[in-house]
């Protein structure tokens, strides 16, 4: 175990006595001089804003399918790394050694300053992308751009999976280097989204709208939460919301899985996501998936017009891929997503 290493942050604004405004999340900490934010991994020391998360805790390659990012260069890997923080303080975390940091249920410190030439490098010889994820990379901008920096020149992709709890400032900070994120959208009303994550949901909202915008590819991840977000009702607002925005915007819903304070709560049942793919469906979401507990069906992409099967997928891996220039082959319908 070792100690965070300091650096300046962007989006930090001085406003008197030696106190500053973080712009980066919707919380706004207005720190005092000493005093840390609520993630924990920002702070103000002597006037000026610092992070930790100018850090990697783990870097590993897998494929893009676990991101999830289902139409997203199909069948391409992804070296992913994370920094130990998070906005949110959600119950049921699988992650929550490493991104409760500071919290109750989280582990002391562990990574070391990250290396963005390093990893462009890896990500260059593994002939993969570099996505952060695992904790909340919404708390790395820094980072982030300073990752671009190398990964732009030699055309490698940056990913985020995102709580997408942003400021409009940090949107647009990080949206021009960004080509694809997944964003969870956990509660279908502020009260159940606040029960579960400690944040308030429109600010999740207005971050899909804003990335989508701005053009990076977005897909929406909804983890059925017992009590949270697993009823139907709830499955059908969320849903709704989606598709008011894009009917085409992938949607994967997550099977729950016991961890952290809600280790005694059952898993969710296949039943219950076969039913919330017909909820979204009905909702007229074109493309809603399940990771696992659907086996082949719930991976599958399919035409919304001739119902070809487009994209065959296993476990984390693209099977069959059978576009033609991003559209269908039965109808030549394109095919919203990033196939190339």
């Known amino acids: 175990m070792t100690a965070p290493t300091w650096t300046p942050a962007l989006l930090g604004t001085a406003h008197g006595e030696g106190r500053i405004r973080c712009e980066l999340c919707p919380h706004a900490c207005d720190l005092r001089e000493g005093q840390t934010g609520s993630c924990r991994v920002r702070r103000n020391r002597d006037g000026v804003l610092e992070t930790a998360t100018f850090a990697s805790a783990v870097a590993h390659v897998d494929a893009i399918e676990r991101k999830p990012l289902y139409h997203v260069r199909p069948g391409t890997r ?77 055309a490698v992709p940056l990913l985020w999976k995102s709580n997408g709890f942003l400021t409009a400032q940090a949107v647009d900070l990080v949206a021009p280097v960004l080509d694809a994120v997944n964003i969870d959208i956990k509660g279908a009303s502020e009260a159940e989204h606040r029960r579960l994550t400690g944040a308030a949901l429109r600010p999740v909202l207005d971050a899909v709208e804003r990335f989508r915008a701005a053009g990076v590819w977005v897909e929406i991840s909804t983890p059925l939460i017992p009590g949270v977000s697993d009823e139907l009702h709830q499955l059908a607002a969320i849903s709704r919301e989606i598709a008011g925005i894009d009917p085409g915007m992938p949607w994967h819903l997550l099977r729950f899985t016991p961890d952290f304070r809600m ?17 979204g469906n009905e909702a007229g979401l074109a493309f809603v998936y399940v990771e696992r507990a659907l086996d082949a069906a719930g991976r599958r992409t399919r035409c919304p017009d001739c119902t070809t099967v487009l994209v065959e997928r296993g476990i984390w891996e693209t099977r069959e891929l059978r576009l033609i220039g991003g559209t269908c082959p039965g109808c030549a319908r394109p095919i919203p997503g990033r196939w190339e």
């Open 263 to 279: 280790a005694r709560a059952a898993p969710t049942t296949p039943d219950r996501l076969a039913a919330g793919v017909r909820v």
């Open 78 to 154: 992804v070296l992913t790394t994370a920094a130990p923080g998070c906005t949110f303080r959600c119950d049921y975390c699988v992650n929550h050694r490493l991104s409760q940091y500071g919290r109750t249920g989280g582990t002391g410190w562990v990574g070391a300053p990250a290396d963005p030439a390093a990893l462009v490098s890896r990500a260059i010889a593994e002939k993969a992308a570099i996505g952060l994820s695992y904790t909340e990379p919404g708390l790395a901008p820094e980072l982030t751009l300073a990752l671009a920096e190398h990964a732009a020149p030699a």
